[in-house]
């Protein structure tokens, strides 16, 4: 029984046992309906093993979507605890559990990969090639992303959950506070699924640096390839400081290293730096596709070109560069001096004003515009406000003095979700709703997406701009209790009912692909239902292997609108024989091992760990002597392909 106990949770509950059922239910409705509609070898051959960017690009946004739901979940659990005053409904332990969880589900595991997806599926096509630059690498960054993924939620059932925040702060997060396994979930983990994302920044910036189509040179790129390309400079920068971070955690956890702890030369504010030092370039990780997102989505709802188009790229560039100086006011209030803090409190500052610029250029673009507002437009003028609002609030928290009194509070919990939502998940799922023709063929119905819309609004206004005011009020955030004479809790309750209006709005969008599937799949639909713009739109819906019969000649930075409009030729010269890669299932069995390597580290079983360690070195060794030599689609494959879809677009 002593060996089994190590695996059980430390604090039980209904919802934990509930959980428990619902992921052995799922698991085998997943593996009956696999064998009763004979769907192995199609999801082995077809997805598993994929190295197409396209279907990889799918398999990150269904991951981020079942992961919105699961964080969306922990959301509920903590306003419905808030909801009243001195609520019994979660205690104190499960409620430290659900809000470390929430953050990490919510930032790692669906922000990122939503983003990672549409980067994987948009990128290559807006350049003009046909692949990434590292097809198999780009297989294992995903399966990484998705193993790490597991491991963290499977904490939620065996071992217990993290409960030292999502920053895990140390001393709170070492073997004396955080006793079970929980944070061992969280260090190991995000280290699995951070290596993937380092190896996505490195495929796409030699992606974009060398794979762009004739003609189109660095400023001639889409804005969403130029959001990308800064991005994966970030990645590149940023992933390694936490990747050793996260190291250094596991080492002190699971050997007894003293490198974050307070006695014996160790120091925890090392901690907090490593982990701001990613984590503030980690925000424009996220915002910046974010905001190359809208740059797509409004110049083509507004039939303008982008407004400034050098000045949005200078603010990208100098806003990377800025993300690097600023991680200190993450920590105000823990003990530097004055001086320390002056000078993060102005580089801060000076961080608005390129994101000021962008948001001018956007408003620019759309003066005197013919604006359609369909779905994916809605969440872009939605955006500007509500984002300046989170701006705004930022500035204030800027100020180092005035951060005494807000920092610990909903104050700041409102303002980072003031940024995050209408930054970042506004731009997906609009971009979602804008992408859609071209990942499946058919265009998601626009009654639904809009009520869905609308829903969230209204949800995220009544959610968070309370917790602005019971922030000033005194309110701290991660507090799982309060009591009646606070005051607190009409507004909280005001904040629940905007949490359910946001849930409604995720059921509405899983309604509105459902109903889309009945009733719009069968339904034709052309390359170019938006009258878009750029490259990615050049070729058919949905997209074919090689993605262009033709590699594309730019001669601006809006080929596809001077194709249409100015009579541009586009595609020159006749068909050739294409090359492509070969799918492999090594990607998915070396993540496998990665699985069982981290699961066995968790729990310091040793001997597994070390078989799954032989398990990746083996794999990598076998792609090592692989002579893996491609594949080649002939040019009747090709005239095939392209009399079903209807002939090559000129």
């Given at each position: 029984m002593g060996f089994f106990a190590r695996f059980m949770v430390p604090h039980p509950s209904p919802a934990i046992y509930a959980s428990m059922i619902a992921i052995g239910f799922t698991v085998f409705l997943v593996i009956f309906g696999l064998t009763y509609f004979k769907k192995w070898i199609y999801v082995w051959s077809e997805w598993v093993t994929t190295v197409d960017h396209k279907k990889i690009g799918i398999m990150y946004l269904i991951s981020a979507l079942l992961m919105l739901f699961r964080g969306g979940v922990d959301a509920l659990?903590?306003?419905?605890?808030?909801?009243?005053?001195?609520?019994?409904l979660l205690d104190s332990q499960h409620y430290?559990?659900?809000?470390?969880?929430?953050?990490?589900?919510?930032?790692?595991?669906?922000?990122?990969?939503?983003?990672?997806?549409?980067?994987n599926f948009i990128v290559p096509l807006q350049i003009g090639a046909r692949d990434v630059a590292f097809p198999r690498l780009n297989a294992v960054s995903f399966w990484l992303f998705f193993m790490g993924a597991?491991?963290?939620?499977?904490?939620?059932?065996?071992?217990?959950?993290?409960?030292?925040?999502?920053?895990?702060?140390?001393?709170?997060?070492?073997?004396?506070?955080?006793?079970?396994?929980?944070?061992?979930?969280?260090?190991?983990?995000?280290?699995?699924?951070?290596?993937?994302?380092?190896?996505?920044?490195?495929?796409?910036?030699?992606?974009?640096?060398?794979?762009?189509?004739?003609?189109?040179?660095?400023m001639r790129m889409p804005m969403f390839t130029w959001s990308i390309f800064v991005t994966s400079i970030i990645i590149i920068?940023?992933?390694?400081?936490?990747?050793?971070?996260?190291?250094?955690?596991?080492?002190?956890?699971?050997?007894g290293t003293k490198f974050f702890t307070m006695t014996d030369g160790g120091m925890d504010m090392l901690w907090a730096n490593l982990f701001w030092i990613w984590g503030h370039p980690e925000v424009y990780i996220l915002i910046l596709p974010a905001f190359g997102l809208f740059s797509e989505i409004i110049p083509t709802f507004s039939r303008r070109n982008i407004y400034g188009y050098k000045s949005m790229v200078a603010s990208m560039v100098i806003i990377s560069l800025y993300s690097?100086?600023?991680?200190?006011?993450?920590?105000?209030?823990?003990?530097?001096?004055?001086?320390?803090?002056?000078?993060?409190?102005?580089?801060?500052?000076?961080?608005?004003?390129?994101?000021?610029i962008k948001i001018f250029n956007w408003l620019f673009t759309l003066w005197k515009g013919r604006i359609r507002f369909t779905v994916p437009m809605l969440y872009s003028i939605a955006f500007i406000p509500l984002f300046t609002i989170g701006g705004v609030t930022g500035v204030m928290l800027a100020m180092s003095a005035a951060d005494y009194q807000y920092h610990n509070t909903q104050f700041l919990v409102a303002h980072f979700h003031n940024v995050i939502i209408p930054g970042v998940v506004f731009a997906v799922l609009g971009a979602s709703t804008y992408y859609w023709p071209k990942m499946f063929g058919f265009i998601l119905n626009e009654r639904i997406g809009k009520w869905a819309f609308w829903f969230?609004?209204?949800?995220?206004?009544?959610?968070?701009?309370?917790?602005?005011?019971?922030?000033?009020?005194?309110?701290?955030?991660?507090?799982?209790?309060?009591?009646?004479?606070?005051?607190?809790?009409?507004?909280?309750?005001?904040?629940?009912?905007?949490?359910?209006?946001?849930?409604?709005?995720?059921?509405?969008?899983?309604?509105?692909?459902?109903?889309?599937?009945?009733?719009?799949?069968?339904?034709?639909?052309?390359?170019?239902?938006?009258?878009?713009?750029?490259?990615?739109?050049?070729?058919?819906?949905?997209?074919?292997?090689?993605?262009?019969?033709?590699?594309?000649?730019?001669?601006?930075?809006?080929?596809?609108?001077?194709?249409?409009?100015?009579?541009?030729?586009l595609f020159k010269g006749d068909y050739q024989k294409i090359h492509m890669p070969n799918n492999s299932g090594v990607p998915f069995i070396m993540s496998c091992f990665f699985f069982v390597f981290g699961f066995a580290l968790v729990f310091s079983l040793w001997y597994i760990a070390i078989l799954a360690l032989i398990g990746i070195f083996v794999c990598?060794?076998?792609?090592?002597?692989?002579?893996?030599?491609g594949h080649y689609i002939s040019v009747e494959e090709i005239k095939e392909t392209e009399a079903k879809f209807g002939g090559t677009l000129k």
């Open positions: 659990m903590m306003r419905a605890q808030l909801a009243v005053p001195d609520n019994k430290n559990e659900v809000f470390s969880t929430h953050g990490v589900v919510m930032i790692i595991f669906m922000a990122m990969p939503y983003i990672i997806g549409l980067m597991m491991l963290f939620n499977l904490s939620f059932v065996i071992g217990g959950s993290p409960d030292a925040g999502w920053s895990s702060y140390f001393p709170l997060a070492g073997n004396e506070f955080s006793p079970s396994v929980g944070t061992n979930y969280y260090m190991i983990s995000l280290q699995i699924a951070g290596i993937g994302t380092l190896m996505t920044g490195i495929n796409f910036l030699a992606t974009i640096l060398r794979m762009r189509a004739p003609g189109m040179t660095l920068f940023a992933f390694p400081v936490f990747t050793v971070a996260l190291l250094m955690g596991t080492m002190d956890r699971l050997f690097f100086l600023v991680w200190t006011h993450h920590f105000f209030t823990m003990g530097q001096t004055a001086y320390v803090n002056s000078i993060f409190s102005i580089t801060t500052m000076v961080i608005a004003i390129p994101t000021g969230l609004i209204i949800g995220f206004c009544l959610a968070f701009f309370p917790m602005y005011i019971t922030g000033l009020d005194g309110q701290v955030r991660r507090m799982y209790t309060y009591s009646e004479a606070t005051g607190f809790g009409p507004l909280n309750f005001v904040s629940t009912i905007g949490a359910v209006c946001m849930a409604i709005s995720y059921l509405l969008i899983v309604y509105m692909i459902y109903y889309s599937i009945r009733h719009n799949s069968r339904k034709p639909v052309s390359h170019d239902p938006w009258d878009a713009r750029s490259l990615e739109w050049a070729t058919h819906n949905p997209v074919p292997e090689y993605n262009f019969a033709v590699i594309p000649q730019v001669n601006s930075r809006e080929p596809f609108w001077d194709a249409k409009y100015k009579g541009l030729e990598m060794a076998h792609r090592s002597f692989e002579m893996d030599q």
